[in-house]
């Protein structure tokens, strides 16, 4: 069966590949459009397998809240590199995942690729591939999170360096969107260890304390005072750890004079309810993972061996 150019046209839409793989396609098909978009996607299928062991560190950090039931979702999708982060396809891409995870409520990341993918009647594991060979680069969906209770509000930072999504219970009928946002900023921008001082746990204590005994032990102002003092002055010293590691003890970033539960407090009395923080989740893209180094000089002269 002949091709004409504008079929090529057409099969490059439908599936975002390059011109002459389209052509490719058509050919090794006979013209046949639906076993040309089966042949890509076979294609993309190996393309998908030598790029999985590329390192995925860059990507983007989503949250969105759902204008009618109130769901929150964060997500973060890793690419290769920051060019690709930006690009249109692999934003839309991120978005409809977090959009996944938002109507469907996956319990894994296992569990997220087998829901559909929106718009499609294919499995997000099934498009995964695609994605892949039409983005050309290696894409991994590295987690997510979610909160169906209470009042969730998300901010993305700097175009989706960090998400942060912030839950809230919000009492008196009250719009807390823009007290969500501000403690949302807060943990952008701190990312503090505890959202509370009471969940600092007594390990986490014991060794503040060791630290700051051991700072008096080599002071020699203080070296000579009783242990039994040198302790009782470190569990003073705490609430300076506390403002530096607890989101709610912290100073507020936009008003030093009070502390973000102060901030809450007063900001929610103003508008004639009350505001108590329940839950935050903060991703930051690339986080943790351990970026491969390149040796390009290594890289090329491998290449050139190879062909002798």
Known sequence: MAFTAADVKKLREMTNVGMMDCKKALTETDGDMDKAVEWLREKGLAKAAKKADR???????????????????IVEVNCETDFCAKSAPFVEFVKEICQVVLTDNPATVEALKDCKYPGTELKVSEVLPEKVMSIGENL???RFARFDKN????????????????NLA??????????GKDIAMQIAALNPRFWDKSLVTEDVIAEEKKVLVAQMDNDPKMATKPQQVKEK??????????EENCLLQQAFVKDGSMSVEQYMASAAKALGGKVTFVDAV?????????????????EVAAQMNAGH
């Open 282 to 298: 903060r991703f930051e893209k690339g986080e943790g993972i351990e970026k491969k180094q390149e040796d390009f000089a290594a």
């Open 170 to 179: 919000v009492e008196g009928g009250i719009d807390a969107t823009a007290i």
């Open 55 to 73: 390192i995925a560190a860059e990507g983007m950090a989503y949250a969105t809240v759902c204008d009618k039931c109130g769901v929150g979702a």
């Open 233 to 242: 002055i470190a569990t003073g010293k705490l609430n300076k750890f506390y």
């Open 140 to 142: 991994q969906i590295r």
């Open 151 to 166: 009042t969730s509000v998300a901010y993305v930072h700097a175009g989706g360096k960090i998400a942060v999504l912030v």
